[in-house]
């Protein structure tokens, strides 16, 4: 992790919260002390862990957490006061918001901190491998709305089609779909 935004209406618990995350290598920090500064910054731009220490100015901070978590792209560390502790965390927790009861224990943070960048990590991986999984499918529905073409204009059956495009991929030292887009810009 890298970056991080804290959203904190006092100095004391910026400074705090900035000192700890500085102390964990974060290089980037941004902070703000309202829930809407919070997300006008998070449409700008993304951040790898938000820590909001309720309550805010312009609300309790619990509907934040659980927007900035469902979004799926930051880790979201939310720390209340000790009596809210329970309530809130059966309240956010099942969108992956950690919560930290207040005064805030600096060993039990660094727990919290380990479990987002752990958590960060992970979702960060599981993304990659959907876009890639997903840049696999939009390539073969190319190919196959090509098989599709060459079977229809060109009279060849499905392993003939399927044989032409990978010999014609190796012939120009091209990937198959990059094939197929040449077919489908010739006949469409």
């Not at 941004?30 to 805010?56: C, M, S």
């Amino acid at each position: 992790m890298e970056s991080a935004l804290i959203v904190s209406s006092t100095e004391k618990s910026l400074a705090l919260l900035r000192e700890m995350l500085s102390a964990a290598s974060f290089r980037d920090i941004a902070t703000v002390k309202t829930g809407g500064e919070a997300r006008r910054l998070l449409l700008e731009r993304d951040y790898d862990l938000v820590v909001i220490n309720a309550p805010l100015r312009d609300e309790s901070g619990e509907s934040l957490s659980r927007q900035i978590a469902s979004q799926g792209v930051s880790q979201v560390i939310l720390v209340v006061k000790a009596e809210f502790f329970e309530e809130v965390s059966a309240e956010t927790e099942e969108y992956g918001v950690l919560t930290v009861a207040k005064p805030i224990n600096k060993t039990l943070f660094w727990y919290a901190l380990k479990l987002a960048r752990s958590a960060g990590s992970r979702l960060k991986n599981i993304q990659a491998e959907n876009t890639s999984l997903k840049q696999k499918i939009e390539d073969i529905r190319v190919i196959d709305r090509a098989k599709c073409i060459l079977i229809s204009y060109l009279r060849m059956s499905e392993p003939e089609a399927h044989r032409y495009l990978e010999k014609q991929a190796m012939d120009l030292r091209v990937p198959k779909r990059e094939v197929a887009e040449r077919i489908l810009k010739m006949y469409e």
